[in-house]
């Protein structure tokens, strides 16, 4: 969007909240929604930043006998907050303060939709935050899971889905220190696979792609005595995503899948039923699949992910180079093939 017409909108919206043939109440309302105009799919983050300062004109409208009016407009000022690019754990902060304030009213006057979706922006605040040390974890698993309550599967299949998703990825984030790590692998392992019964592969492609591939992480990553079962199972997944994950349409997801399946196939054997026979074969395909995720990471200017599927293949050049005498020329073969 032009500075210009920015510029105007943002005109336009003062104008209305100055509009004395309406009440203070509509006029608050004009102004949250062309905010809301403003926040979606903004452009730039100058389109954010104006949506915020919009909200906070409405707030300073509001009456304060519109209680539920002045929920909305918290609510929606805490999303505009959360997705401001570059502003970091100040704005992250200040998200959370508005979604706090917000939930109670919205569950006390509030559509429970109204309220399902503030909480899962309040977990999704959180988690950004605990990631930085900053939150607790556990508070925003126990802000989906509320949400749950009404974005079920049956009514609300795409935010069922994407709580799903967020479920997982918090389970994930708590460090594995403690005797409860095992099952928490488990309920990641567990909310994927309850995601992929509503998202299916024509209706919901990148969606379904993008829960295949984290199923396949969290498979493969997981502290499990079956390690080759949840192997075999992670490529599985990784090969559904790549169904969707395409050189030639989506590039950097293709780089990322096939890296991630390159993990996989480093620690599998090529018989699992015989893991004593090695796997030369995987290496070499996953030392194939780091040079070509390498290749397109480069291209793309993601120069930190070319230099980290970069080391792994030279890793497993040295293995296969460290492999007895009488199989190396054989290994090197499958390598370069």
Same mark, same amino acid.
């Given at each position: 969007?032009?500075?210009?017409?920015?510029?105007?909108?943002?005109?336009? $919206? /003062?104008? =209305?909240?100055?509009?004395?043939?309406?009440?203070?109440?509509?006029?608050?309302?004009?102004?949250?929604?062309?905010?809301?105009?403003?926040?979606?799919?903004?452009?730039? &983050?100058?389109?954010?930043?104006?949506?915020? !300062?919009?909200?906070?004109?409405?707030?300073? *409208? #509001?009456?304060?006998?519109?209680?539920?009016?002045?929920?909305?407009?918290?609510?929606?000022?805490?999303?505009?907050?959360?997705?401001?690019?570059?502003?970091?754990?100040?704005?992250?902060?200040?998200?959370?303060?508005?979604?706090?304030?917000?939930? &109670?009213? /919205?569950?006390?006057?509030?559509?429970?939709?109204?309220?399902?979706?503030?909480?899962?922006?309040?977990? @999704?605040?959180?988690?950004?935050?605990?990631?930085?040390?900053?939150?607790?974890?556990?508070?925003?698993?126990?802000?989906?899971?509320? =949400?749950?309550?009404?974005?079920?599967?049956?009514?609300?299949?795409?935010?069922?889905?994407?709580?799903?998703?967020?479920?997982?990825?918090?389970?994930?984030?708590?460090?594995?220190?403690?005797?409860? $790590?095992?099952?928490?692998?488990?309920?990641?392992?567990?909310?994927?696979?309850?995601?992929?019964? @509503?998202?299916? *592969?024509?209706?919901?492609?990148?969606?379904?792609?993008?829960?295949?591939?984290?199923?396949?992480?969290?498979?493969?990553?997981?502290?499990?005595?079956?390690?080759?079962?949840?192997?075999?199972?992670?490529?599985?997944?990784?090969?559904?995503?790549?169904?969707?994950?395409?050189?030639?349409?989506? &590039? *950097?997801?293709?780089?990322?899948?096939?890296?991630?399946?390159?993990? #996989?196939?480093?620690?599998?054997?090529?018989?699992?039923?015989?893991? !004593?026979?090695?796997?030369?074969?995987?290496? $070499?395909?996953?030392?194939? #699949?780091?040079?070509?995720?390498?290749?397109?990471?480069?291209?793309?200017?993601?120069?930190?992910?070319?230099?980290?599927?970069? !080391?792994?293949?030279?890793?497993?050049?040295?293995? /296969? /180079? $460290?492999?007895?005498?009488?199989?190396?020329?054989?290994?090197?073969?499958?390598?370069?093939?």
């Amino acid at each position: 969007m032009a500075i210009g017409r920015l510029a105007d909108e943002v005109q336009t $919206a /003062l104008s =209305a909240a100055e509009d004395t043939s309406a009440t203070a109440a509509e006029r608050a309302e004009m102004l949250m929604e062309i905010a809301m105009g403003l926040q979606h799919r903004p452009k730039t &983050p100058d389109q954010l930043q104006a949506a915020v !300062e919009l909200y906070d004109k409405a707030l300073a *409208l #509001c009456p304060d006998r519109e209680a539920l009016l002045r929920g909305r407009i918290t609510a929606r000022k805490g999303t505009a907050l959360q997705a401001m690019p570059g502003g970091g754990a100040a704005s992250l902060e200040r998200a959370r303060a508005a979604l706090e304030e917000a939930i &109670p009213i /919205l569950r006390d006057l509030g559509r429970p939709e109204e309220l399902a979706e503030a909480e899962i922006n309040f977990g @999704v605040v959180v988690q950004s935050l605990a990631a930085a040390g900053l939150a607790r974890i556990t508070d925003a698993i126990a802000a989906y899971q509320r =949400a749950l309550r009404t974005f079920d599967r049956r009514r609300h299949p795409k935010e069922f889905a994407i709580l799903q998703n967020n479920l997982a990825t918090a389970f994930l984030s708590i460090p594995f220190t403690d005797e409860r $790590a095992k099952m928490r692998e488990a309920l990641a392992v567990q909310a994927f696979e309850e995601a992929l019964k @509503v998202v299916d *592969l024509i209706d919901h492609p990148s969606e379904y792609a993008m829960l295949q591939n984290n199923l396949g992480n969290a498979l493969q990553y997981a502290s499990s005595s079956h390690t080759v079962e949840n192997n075999l199972r992670a490529l599985d997944a990784y090969g559904e995503a790549l169904r969707v994950r395409r050189r030639d349409t989506a &590039p *950097l997801e293709y780089a990322n899948t096939i890296a991630n399946k390159a993990n #996989c196939l480093w620690n599998l054997p090529d018989q699992p039923d015989h893991p !004593e026979r090695g796997n030369r074969a995987n290496l $070499a395909q996953a030392k194939a #699949c780091y040079a070509e995720a390498r290749e397109i990471f480069m291209a793309k200017g993601e120069h930190e992910r070319a230099r980290i599927v970069a !080391e792994a293949a030279t890793q497993i050049e040295r293995e /296969l /180079l $460290a492999l007895a005498p009488s199989n190396q020329m054989d290994a090197l073969a499958e390598a370069s093939s």
